[in-house]
């Protein structure tokens, strides 16, 4: 079986990955590198539940080192881009560099990311930073669109059964201002009536 290095962001986001690589015949190993996730306490809540999960299915999990000060530098003077905009391009960049970088250190031929199992993710950009990631490090990535065949409704079910943490936002303190900005909306917008 074949190893693959698959960044994840999250265990609800993993579920379904990890399931489509073991039915591919891949054996993953897990890395958690998120520097973008905001305040240390939501990182530490993901980090940990993701970990619980990896121990109950028996897969090696790997964490990199919460190097916030790397991703404020790497999307500074992005903080007011728009959700799926440059900003999120310079993080899904870092994060994905490290990823392969990591494989490369472990001998591990070809790395994927959890990011594309989100509707609210961009596959075609996520597999453009990863080719070009690809280029630069000799690392193969792997083109999973883990959101096709139900991935996200199947990654919710599992998360469901396994009574996951569920996070309301994307991970970075611009994601939260968002997604504050998003529910004021919904509020002004149904308390008229």
């Known amino acids: 079986m074949e190893k693959i290095l698959l960044h994840a962001c999250c265990a609800p986001c993993a579920s379904y990955p990890l399931l489509k690589l073991k039915q591919d015949n891949r054996q993953a190993v897990v890395f958690f590198y998120n520097p973008n996730i905001y305040p240390l306490k939501e990182y530490d809540i993901r980090r940990i539940e993701l970990e619980k999960y990896c121990k109950k299915l028996g ?53 994927t990311t959890t990011l594309s199992v989100s509707p609210h993710k961009n596959s075609k950009k996520i597999f453009e930073i990863g080719d070009m990631i690809a280029q630069q490090t000799g690392v193969e990535f792997l083109k999973y669109d883990f959101k096709k065949q139900d991935g996200f409704k199947i990654s919710r079910q599992i998360a469901k059964e396994n009574n996951m943490y569920f996070q309301t936002y994307c991970g970075c303190e611009f994601s939260i201002r968002n997604q504050f900005n998003k529910n004021t909306l919904t509020f002004k917008l149904f308390s008229n009536f």
Do not use: H, M, W
Not at 62 to 89: H, W
């Open 59 to 111: 897969v090696e999990y790997l964490e990199g080192d919460y190097d916030t000060e790397n991703y404020y530098s790497a999307v500074n003077g992005l903080e007011k881009e728009p959700e799926k905009g440059l900003r999120c391009d310079k993080c899904f960049y870092l994060r994905l560099l490290k990823t392969a970088q990591k494989a490369r250190e472990l001998n591990i031929n070809s790395f």
